[in-house]
């Protein structure tokens, strides 16, 4: 594959316009900290928005989980991320872990979870900074920070309750329970829960559906999602109004309309 990042902790491939990242250390359970995972996933985003041969980016994990958020081993030490005072431990969670859901934010293409396993804490929190969520039906979720004394410290209070609503993220994050797949589709925080070995496929088959789409529009539409939820409507039309005269402008755009007036005149 060309001009494929370089990563140190986690794969990745592309193919069909299909980029899938998967976190591969699967012997911490794909934790965020106390390994180059954090690195690995804004070098990914990274590239994907400098990458024109991407339209869609699947992230999933290898073996049990899908990450199990932070190294709670370098929690019980103060070591690794969560060393120092208040000041130094603060500065590592802006130059570390909070650099994820910047970076996934800014992700000009539209982002799956694969959810394979337990997704714990952070874990939880970067499965919810995907634009859709599918899970396995041995998935787990917690929200789990407020068990260790500690609060969700990557965006997690920010993430959920725009997903789910403010009484059930409420209800997560207090409780820091664990809940099951079956339980995630109820709440809306994954759209569909699969066997095991369907969980792949099924991603990719809507992974596959996306990227088929005129990419440039692709990218301009996912822009629009997010720009819809923190703008007035007067202020969106406009950009909207904006962003479709460039896609009228494209090439694209009279090649898919060019492709369905062939397909109507065959019907």
Known sequence: MKNLPQLTDALITLDDRVATL?????DLRNALTGSHLIEDIIAVAEWVNHCDDVSVLVITGAGSAFSAGGNI????ERGGDFAGDVAECADRYRKGIQRIPLALQAVEVPIIAAVNGA???AGFDLANMADVRFASDKAKFGETFLNLGIIPGDGGAW???????????FELT???RVIDAAEAKELGI????VPADELMPTAMKLATRIASQPPKATRLTKRLMKMAQRMELKDFLDVCAVFQGMCHNEPEHLDA??????SMAKK
């Open 159 to 169: 993430l959920m309750q725009r997903l789910i609503g403010y009484q059930r993220a």
């Open 22 to 26: 998967t976190l591969n250390r699967h």
């Open 73 to 76: 081993r370098d929690m019980a």
């Open 119 to 121: 997704a714990i804490g």
């Open 174 to 176: 207090l409780s820091g």
């Open 257 to 262: 309309v060019n492709k369905m007036l062939e």
């Open 190 to 193: 994954v759209m569909e829960v």
